[in-house]
């Protein structure tokens, strides 16, 4: 159940790389926007490490999203 959790939050995190791809937006640039070290965010990707609230609210904020709808599974 766990590994299955870790897995969800892993996909969701993979998600949110390829929007900000997308709109062509800095890592660094978003990270700095976030208030997060790069290497925090690199965890985040790909090692499935699940970010705090705060972090998913100051996300959702700069890409401009609902963040219950692209977040919903780390609100449960």
Excluded at 32 to 44: A, D, K, L, Y
Aim: aromatic fraction near 14%; charge should be positive; proline fraction near 1%.
């Amino acid at each position: 159940m766990i590994k299955k959790a870790i897995e969800w939050e892993r996909i969701i995190m993979k998600q949110l790389e390829q929007i900000i791809r997308s709109r062509g937006i800095k890592k660094k640039w978003f990270c700095e926007q976030i208030g997060v070290n790069f290497s925090t965010f690199w965890r985040w990707i790909h090692k499935g490490i699940k970010p705090r609230e705060i972090h998913l609210d100051k996300m959702a904020s700069v890409l401009n999203v609902n963040k219950r709808k692209f977040f919903n599974e780390f609100y449960k």
